[in-house]
């Protein structure tokens, strides 16, 4: 599948992607020792009328020096709606033309959204990373509530 064919999709289609995409998630290093580069990729949305507008920016940073390597960005009118649990549906275009112009291939991309932690195990995170084969990690601000499962934060302590 290419991201062409995700602004067509049913509910039910793109869940069914998902489902088989998850049988084919690794949760393990896989061979690597070692992360040089690091990749931050986030979205932010706006709207012009009734039309919807997003622009991927990513950062790649050195991960022994902290120090920016490249930043890159691309906007777009979004085709796809917001549909809860399908984010990288609506995602997926951008951030892959936005790599495309990456001028490093990092070793690691960190999202802001969830990656294992979804219904399907689905989150943007780890759908994206079937298509830039490198290793995903979701970093999401809310909690995804999943079953009714309740999770609570351990609080910060200071230690003595």
Known sequence: MNEQTLNNLSLSEAILIQNELSRKIVLSANGITSVESVAGVDLAYWKVGDDEYAVCCIVVLEERT???????????????????????????????????????????????????????????????????????????????????????????????
Do not use: W
């Not at 892959?96 to 070793?107: A, G």
């Open 66 to 160: 902290k120090r920016t390597i490249e930043s890159k960005y691309s906007f777009g009118k979004v085709e796809v709606p917001c549909i809860p649990g399908c984010l990288a549906f609506r995602e997926l275009p951008l951030i892959l033309e936005t790599v495309k112009k990456l001028d490093t291939i990092p070793d690691l991309y960190m999202f802001d959204g969830n990656g294992y932690l979804h219904p399907r195990h689905m989150g943007i995170a780890t759908h994206v990373s079937f298509y830039l084969d490198k290793p995903t990690i979701g970093v999401a601000k809310s909690y995804y509530k999943i079953d009714n499962v309740n999770f609570s934060t351990q609080v910060n302590e200071k230690n003595a």
